[in-house]
């Protein structure tokens, strides 16, 4: 069973553009049915674009970082350099009066303070630019998470064979009546389109009365004729059966579900044809 696909972000119905004949055999991988991407594609234009942007703020921010850095680096080296200028002049202490002395022992006391603010500052300055920086790559990252979504919806909007063999169109529910799928259809995600079988082994499932279930037996043989072609007969076993019987609503006739394998292959043996099974019953 083939489907339309499930859009992530997307729940509204899909454009069918393209879709493979009933009836038609395809190979392992050949397209079977393509949706519009134009929706797609204008989304995956504007992630890819603000994932740009956002990878541009990183890098813009990561040499804001390490300019800012070197500006501390110079500030405290300055503030070091001072210090040091400053506790020189404090060997000089008792060559000097009392006031060059106090104005000597305040300017080391500033130094110190200043370099000490400046180390600390520059941690918690460190700090907040590493924390904003942090927070564009977790932007970029969830950025680079929605492009790769839209990147793998792009991918859904073409359907190709898992396997090879016939394909056989679902009927759905289109225009007020059920019907195959067609080309610029509006299809809603999750929605049966196809099916891909072997046409080397067909099955016709017919309904038995529960009056005929006696009938049934393993190896049973069986006649089908098809509606569309009333000379072709075909030979058929049957392949199982039901143990339970079930009516439709309102209906006191029961019947079993059964299931006839043909023997032959015929080009004309296609999916959701009508057919009648006649059993061979030996009589006693």
Known sequence: MVQSPRISGQGSRLTLVQLALNGSTVQEG??????????????????EAKFEDLGHQVEQKLAENEAEAAKRRLQLSQAESELADAEIELRKGPLLSEIDRLKNE??????????????????????????????????RERQRVALDRVHNNLSKLKLTAPLGGMVALEATWRNGSMGHAQEGDQIYPGRPLLRIFDPSEMEVAAYVAETD?????????????????????????????????????????????????LDQSDARLLPDLSAVVVLQVDEP
């Open 213 to 261: 279930r006696g009938a049934l037996h393993p190896g049973q043989t069986a006649v089908v004729e098809l509606d569309a072609y009333p000379d072709v007969r075909f030979s058929a076993k049957l392949a199982s059966a039901s143990p339970v019987a079930a009516s439709a609503i309102g209906s006191p006739i029961k019947t079993f579900l059964a299931r006839f394998r």
């Open 106 to 139: 305040t300017k080391a006391a500033a130094a110190r303070a200043k370099v000490k603010s400046l180390r600390i500052s520059s941690e918690h300055r460190e700090a907040a630019e590493q924390s904003a920086l942090r927070v564009l790559e977790l932007q």
């Open 30 to 47: 050949e397209v079977l049915a393509e949706f519009d991407p134009t929706d797609q594609l204008e989304a995956d234009r504007q992630a």
